[in-house]
Nanobody
Framework: QVQLVESGGGLVQAGGSLKLSCASS????????MGWYRQAPGKQRDLVAR???????NYANSVKGRFTISRDNAKKTVFLQMDSLEPEDTAVYYC????????WGRGTQVTVLS
């Protein structure tokens, strides 16, 4: 069973930066679209950014220009560089493929203080 392990979250002041990492145990990682999702308390889980196997990227409008998704296929890891963080970015962040999803990991908490 594929495992996804997110890390890199934390507490940061508004305007600060964090870099999230997600390590996958999947054997087909390099051929899969990968995405970062987030879920704030009481809200649904939403897609934040996605990256294709060839490196093409897409972003939610709310993070465009502030977040950058990247991947290292050799290390089976996907990253999310988050700059100019806002309190509205506070959420638990998860990585996963496109649907059908792999089992969700525990996520990593990001808290942005105003």
């Amino acid at each position: 069973q594929v495992q996804l392990v997110e890390s890199g979250g934390g507490l940061v002041q508004a305007g600060g930066s964090l870099k999230l990492s997600c390590a996958s145990s999947g054997s087909t990682f390099s051929s899969r679209v990968m995405g970062w999702y987030r879920q704030a308390p009481g809200k649904q889980r939403d897609l934040v950014a996605r990256i294709s196997s060839t490196g093409s990227t897409n972003y939610a409008n709310s993070v465009k220009g502030r977040f950058t998704i990247s991947r290292d296929n050799a290390k089976k890891t996907v990253f999310l560089q988050m700059d100019s963080l806002e309190p509205e970015d506070t959420a638990v962040y998860y990585c996963n493929t496109d649907q059908p999803y792999r089992p969700w990991g525990r996520g990593t908490q990001v808290t942005v203080l105003s």
